[in-house]
């Protein structure tokens, strides 16, 4: 089982930042593919980042709307994910979810609770 808590959300002016946090429990940290998700209101949660071991090296991958502008990154020692995001927009206005899958899974099954990102125009 593996639990997580999002953090550093909150409420930011467009073109400005914020990095979010996700703290993971489990012993197997580094075994898992890492993702955020969004939820906007009225729309469907959506798949905004990922990360995975892939050969030799953790690569990312992301929604085409955040490419160049949002960051994720692991720190595999902390059971930590991040994801910065830079040049925010209005419509990057969501609840922001970490999520984790075993990396022989194809589905994230692990889900935290949500942290609300704000962005004003």
């Known amino acids: 089982q593996v639990q997580l808590v999002e953090s550093g959300g909150g409420l930011v002016q467009a073109g400005g930042s914020l990095r979010l946090s996700c703290v993971a429990s489990?012993?197997?940290?580094?075994?898992?593919?890492m993702g955020w998700f969004r939820q906007a209101p009225g729309k469907e949660r959506e798949f905004v980042a990922a990360?995975?071991?892939?050969?030799?090296?953790?690569?990312?991958n992301y929604l085409d709307d955040v490419k160049g502008r949002f960051t994720i990154s692991r720190d595999n020692a902390k059971n930590m994910v991040y994801l910065q995001m830079n040049s925010l927009k209005p419509e990057d206005t969501a609840v922001y979810y970490c999520?984790?899958?075993?990396?022989?899974?194809?589905?994230?099954?692990?889900w935290g609770q949500g942290t609300q990102v704000t962005v004003s125009s």
């Open positions: 990360i995975a071991w892939r050969v030799n090296a953790y690569y990312g």
């Open positions: 999520a984790a899958r075993h990396d022989t899974s194809t589905t994230f099954d692990y």
């Open positions: 489990g012993r197997t940290f580094s075994s898992y593919v």
